[in-house]
């Protein structure tokens, strides 16, 4: 998952940046309304799973990010933290966009759940459960089986998979997996996909799981085996 968390509180985006990227997660950070854009312009917005928007912000609030993003017709989850608690605030947020909120102080597996619930719901899912081939994966509890006996990965081995997981068949360009994987403070190259690609294969050997290479563009997740 990458995450953009919009937070002008140093200690609280600190503690939830290390939070998701203890897991595995891509996280960057934005102060400011005109940071979140900034970064938002910079590429796809979509390219972002989640963002995790603050509302009030050094240079405004964060509803006008919420606002600028779905008038450009992005569909990116948007989860607000908010130290409001009236309804209405709540019923505003939700009308213009909002995904979901949470309020202030955050709990970090509150905080979890919620995300999972939102992304769920933006795939059309109704539980955490993802079964493909003899290989089942749990996001609530981060954890591979296959065939019923545990997997053990990596937390980026386990990211990789999820993003492959979340479309089987489907063509994963090493570009769009490096976006998924890392933040912008990394500067990893596609070597560093080759790398996870190879752990990932592996470990899941026995399994009727295979990653196809696309020579010159990415992989492939299918449910036979295929070429390596």
Request: hydrophobic letters at 40%; glycine letters at 8%.
């Amino acid at each position: 998952m990458r995450v953009l968390l919009v937070e002008d509180s140093i200690d609280l985006a600190n503690a939830i940046a290390e939070h998701f990227r203890r897991d595995g997660h891509a996280v960057d950070h934005a102060e400011t309304v005109d940071d979140a854009r900034f970064m938002l312009m910079s590429g796809d917005p979509d390219s972002y799973d989640i963002v995790l928007l603050d509302l009030m912000l050094p240079d405004g609030f964060g509803s006008s990010v919420l606002d600028w993003l779905r008038a450009r017709g992005s569909s990116v989850a948007v989860l607000v933290l908010t130290a409001r608690s009236q309804v209405t605030d709540r019923v505003s947020l939700l009308d213009l966009g909002a995904d979901d909120y949470l309020t202030k102080p955050v709990d970090f597996s509150e905080l979890n759940a919620r995300c999972r619930a939102v992304l769920r719901r933006k795939q059309g899912k109704s539980n955490n459960l993802t079964k493909v081939g003899d290989l089942e994966f749990d996001a609530s509890h981060a954890t591979v089986y296959v065939r019923g006996e545990p997997v053990p990965l990596r937390s980026r081995e386990l990211r990789l998979l999820e993003v492959m997981l979340a479309s089987p068949g489907a063509l994963h360009a090493k570009g769009s997996l490096l976006e998924k994987l890392f933040d912008l403070a990394e500067e990893p190259s596609e070597n560093a996909i080759e790398v996870y690609i190879g752990r990932l294969r592996k470990k899941l050997e026995g399994s009727n799981i295979s990653i196809e290479t696309v020579r010159g563009v990415g992989y492939r997740l299918n449910t036979a085996p295929g070429p390596r």
